[in-house]
């Protein structure tokens, strides 16, 4: 079964360092998303990203975070400069947009010291 | 805006008890409703689906969740606890149509007793 794929799965940083957190969606899925979760709190939409652009963004995603589809099947999220609240685990998802779901991968646990 | 409420941040049942975890939304449009499940370090599974069609709505591991317009309701429910079945449950809404972003409730962990 096709499955979102997130590298890497754990990522310690410090802070003030850009980070670049990777993944592979569903190949036929055209909506692409971004959530985060902080430890023992629940999870909260990021970013959406359609047809090469962003569709929706949070309050969260200020311009310290970008997006990027650099080629056919990657989804990066960026941040430039972290802070220690950008620890959390950050999940990738997919969906094809008439499936009425969307398709999450392993999430990738970012620690920012 | 949409919104979800989870009822009990923890829930214990016995091993081969009826599982209930309630979810309550508010939404302004017809929603779609979603129950996803989150085993330890893992990500997130989805288990159930609502999109304006049935009801009563059958997932995967012998879930199920019924959407009660008139009781802005979408528990979900399981007739039989495993021990696999312990894991943290999220409900969760979107507004209608497949690219919508979801907003997440904010989870109930399931334990279970053998």
């Known amino acids: 079964e096709p499955e979102v794929t997130q590298t890497p799965s754990h990522q310690v940083t410090q802070m003030g360092q850009e980070v670049i957190l990777r993944c592979v969606p569903i190949s036929n899925h055209l909506y692409f998303y971004w959530y985060r979760q902080i430890l023992g709190q629940k999870v909260e939409f990021l970013v959406s990203?359609?047809?090469?652009?962003?569709?929706?963004k949070s309050e969260i995603f200020d311009d310290q975070f970008s997006v990027e589809r650099p080629d056919g099947s990657n989804f990066t999220l960026k941040i430039r400069s972290t802070k220690l609240e950008d620890s959390a685990m950050y999940f990738c998802?997919?969906?094809?947009?008439?499936?009425?779901?969307?398709?999450f991968g392993p999430g990738t646990r970012l620690l920012v010291l | 805006a949409q919104s979800v409420t989870q009822l009990g941040s923890h829930v214990s049942v016995s091993e081969g008890a009826l599982v209930l975890l309630r979810c309550n939304y508010s939404s302004s449009v017809p929603p779609y409703l979603f129950w996803y499940v989150q085993y330890p370090n893992q990500g997130l599974q989805l288990l159930l689906k609502?999109?304006?069609?049935?009801?009563l709505v059958k997932g995967i591991n012998g879930f199920e969740a019924e959407f009660k317009k008139s009781e802005t309701s979408f528990h979900l429910t399981k007739p039989s606890a495993h021990m696999s079945d312990a894991a943290e449950y999220f409900c969760a809404v979107s507004d209608p149509g497949g690219y919508q972003k979801v907003t997440f409730g904010t989870g109930t962990k399931l334990q279970v007793i053998p």
């Open positions: 609502y999109t304006s069609a049935a009801t």
């Open positions: 990203f359609y047809n090469n652009e962003i569709s929706e």
């Open positions: 998802a997919s969906s094809d947009g008439s499936g009425y779901s969307q398709y």
